[in-house]
Antibody
């Protein structure tokens, strides 16, 4: 069974940094297209970035240069390093896996990041 | 960036009624459009992909149609568990989502 479990969310100050983790089971993160998607309170989801099987990464303009996606195949875990945090980064952060349909078929429950002074 | 506009924002219906949700794209996305259902405290669930294909395990009462810029999600007869927020999502150019339609019990 495919499972994704995000951890690492916290209350952060503007300008701070945090790293989120997404532990996967039932499949290999290295052999799948993986994404981070966030959802601000009362808003629709926003795709932040993707990592392809070859390791290439692509980011939304809103986080380019501040956020970085990495993975550790030995731990079967995807990461999101978030730097220079802003109040508007407050959201629930989900990792998601694309299946053969090309869409986000599997999602974790998410972890909450709150950025506030 | 392709903007997806969903209407209506809220749909108030009774169980057994038909629900029709709309999603309009700011430019053509061909058929690269999906629909998700989200319940409070849960992650989104993929319902429909490539405009009209049901995802694995999705009941036949859910159907999608459209291409280009105009898309529709239809729930033929609402079950109690269908009351939720629905999002459309395109992958034609980057990946963007609509702002959602809430289907609530009337």
């Amino acid at each position: 069974e495919v499972q994704l479990v995000e951890t690492g969310g916290a209350l952060m100050q503007p300008g701070g940094s945090v790293r989120l983790s997404c532990a996967a089971s039932g499949f290999s993160v290295s052999n799948n297209y993986m994404s981070w998607v966030r959802q601000a309170p009362g808003k629709g989801p926003e795709c932040l970035g993707l990592m392809y099987t070859g390791g290439s990464t692509y980011y939304a303009e809103s986080v380019e240069g501040r956020f970085t996606i990495t993975r550790d195949g030995s731990k079967n875990t995807l990461y999101l390093q978030m730097n220079s945090l802003r109040v508007e980064d407050t959201a629930v952060y989900h990792c998601a896996r694309e299946d053969s349909s090309g869409y986000f078929a599997h999602w974790g429950q998410g972890t909450l990041v709150t950025v506030s002074s | 960036e392709i903007v997806l506009t969903q209407s209506p924002a809220t749909l108030s219906l009774s169980p057994g009624e038909r629900a029709t949700l709309s999603c309009r794209a700011s430019q053509s996305v061909s058929s690269y459009l999906a629909w998700y259902q989200q319940k409070p405290g849960q992650a989104p669930r993929l319902l429909i992909f490539d405009a009209s294909n049901r995802a694995t395990g999705i009941p036949a009462r859910f159907s999608g149609s459209g291409s280009g810029t105009d898309f529709t999600l239809t729930i033929s007869s609402l079950e109690p568990e269908d009351f939720a927020v629905y999002y459309c999502h395109q992958r034609s150019d980057w990946w963007t989502f609509g702002q959602g339609t809430k289907v609530e019990i009337k």
